[in-house]
């Protein structure tokens, strides 16, 4: 079956680059996702890469893809405090159904 | 403007008790799913609907049955609550399968 995994913490110093890993089991996928959790709150799409692409940047945020590996990652540039939330990998197939990750819990510290 | 609402936002009931939760968005959408997180972050899809039609149904206990009353609305009532049912609820919904737009979640506690 379909399975997401992450690992559940990363602790990064303000200004210092964070990567949060993702691996999949499911080689139909089509769209991969990472979003955002905040203490309390629901979940905002943070940027989704289409499974033939091998990288999407968005100002901060740096998506990788291996497909080969299935593989995926997020990388955001000068952390900031405001970045500390839980951050979530999905992925979809041919449907629009979500398999989310265990999900990574980001500190940031001054 | 609210995109995708849901009440309650909180909600504690005893084991036994039949509740509702509500969920509406005002995005046009066709498709609204609802998802569970349980204590431990872990999310899961419970069913989707499209245009009022269900679409996704996951292995869910029969006692959750969802109702959409229109495209823009969908519900979950539980009967029969049990304790392992305390989690926080989700409702999302989207146009396009790629962009899910996510509820503020409702907190149920079954004591």
């Known amino acids: 079956g379909e399975d997401v995994e992450q690992s559940l913490f990363l602790s990064v110093r303000e200004g210092d680059s964070s990567v949060i890993n993702c691996t999949y089991t499911d080689s139909s996928s089509t769209y991969l996702y990472w979003y955002k959790q905040e203490p309390g709150a629901g979940l905002q799409l943070l940027t989704y890469i289409f499974s033939n692409m091998d990288m999407k940047q968005d100002q901060r945020l740096t998506v990788l893809l291996n497909k080969k590996d299935k593989h995926l990652s997020l990388r955001i540039a000068d952390t900031q405090t405001g970045d500390s939330a839980i951050y979530f990998c999905a992925e979809s197939g041919n449907t629009d159904k979500l398999i989310f990750g265990t999900g990574t819990r980001l500190q940031v510290f001054p | 403007d609210t995109a995708v609402s849901q009440t309650p936002k909180y909600l504690v009931t005893q084991m036994g008790n039949d509740k509702s939760i509500k969920c509406e968005q005002n995005l046009g959408h066709d498709t609204m799913y609802w998802y569970k997180q349980d204590s431990k972050k872990f999310l899961k899809i419970m069913f989707s609907y499209n245009n009022k039609e269900l679409i996704i149904n996951e292995t869910v206990p029969n006692r959750f049955s969802p109702k959409s009353p229109d495209k823009a609305h969908l519900n979950l009532h539980i009967n029969s609550l049990e304790l392992g049912d305390s989690a926080v609820y989700f409702c999302?919904?989207?146009?396009?399968?790629?962009?899910?737009?996510f509820g503020p979640g409702t907190r149920l506690t079954v004591t």
């Open positions: 999302a919904s989207n146009s396009r399968f790629y962009e899910q737009y």
